[in-house]
């Protein structure tokens, strides 16, 4: 009797794991693209149905605490304090950024899934790729200091991407252009007048940012195409 239901058990695992693939199948497949900024930053999620592209969702996402003193520039605040305390700072602003990351990222997917689409991946704007020297040395340079926050915000948001199982691609900016006209090809033209139009039919905001943005998910999408 109890190999029976053994079977049983395994022959309905294996019914609701079809069922499971034909659904998410059945999805329409989205990417998401952010450019941060120094607390904040403008996300696009992106779908491509034969060429017609669409935004599901766009807003500015925050992730820092209101009201924490130099949450927004930790760097900033950290080069008034000694290294061991600057050090912890940081430390202790990057978890509070990522956990609030976490927390964006899996509303935005839940949402997206709850609309039947899947996400396969994201896309977040790089700026020069430099590796940075060791906080000592951050903080002596105010050239520096911003870059570091930069991708401080980056990182944060990649990081929670990847805690949900959502892999993450960067593109530096300066080679976006090159990174869409590889993806798209003789397509490049009109997929850019799409971007360009979606403004009048969204209605501000649809800045840079969320062009950047819905431009770089597109070409996650059309990777993993």
């Known amino acids: 009797m109890a190999r029976r239901c053994g079977r049983k058990s395994s022959a309905m695992g294996y019914d609701l794991a079809v069922v499971h693939r034909r659904h998410t199948s059945d999805m329409k497949r989205a990417a998401i693209g952010v450019r941060m900024h120094s607390g904040w930053g403008a996300l696009v999620a992106v779908a491509n149905n034969a060429g017609v592209v669409e935004v599901i969702e766009r807003r500015r996402i925050a992730i820092t605490t209101g009201g924490t003193p130099g949450a927004k520039q930790p760097y900033h605040f950290a080069e008034n304090l000694e290294l061991p305390d600057a050090e912890n700072f940081v430390g202790s602003c990057f978890a509070d950024s990522s956990c609030l990351a976490l927390a964006v990222v899996r509303e935005v997917l839940g949402k997206l899934r709850g609309c039947q689409y899947r996400v396969v991946g994201s896309a977040v704007l790089l700026a020069s790729g430099r590796p940075l020297p060791p906080l000592s ?73 969320h062009k950047s943005a819905a431009l770089a998910g597109l070409v996650v999408l059309a990777r993993r195409a």
Do not use: M, Y
């Open 137 to 209: 040395k951050i903080l002596e340079s105010h050239a520096l200091i911003h870059a570091a926050e930069g991708q401080f915000f980056r990182e944060a948001f990649s990081k929670a991407c990847e805690a949900l199982h959502l892999s993450v691609t960067g593109f530096r900016e300066r080679d976006l252009d090159e990174c869409v006209q590889t993806a798209f090809g003789s397509r490049t033209t009109r997929i850019r007048q799409q971007i360009a139009a979606l403004g009048r039919s969204l209605g501000p905001p649809w800045t840079k940012d």
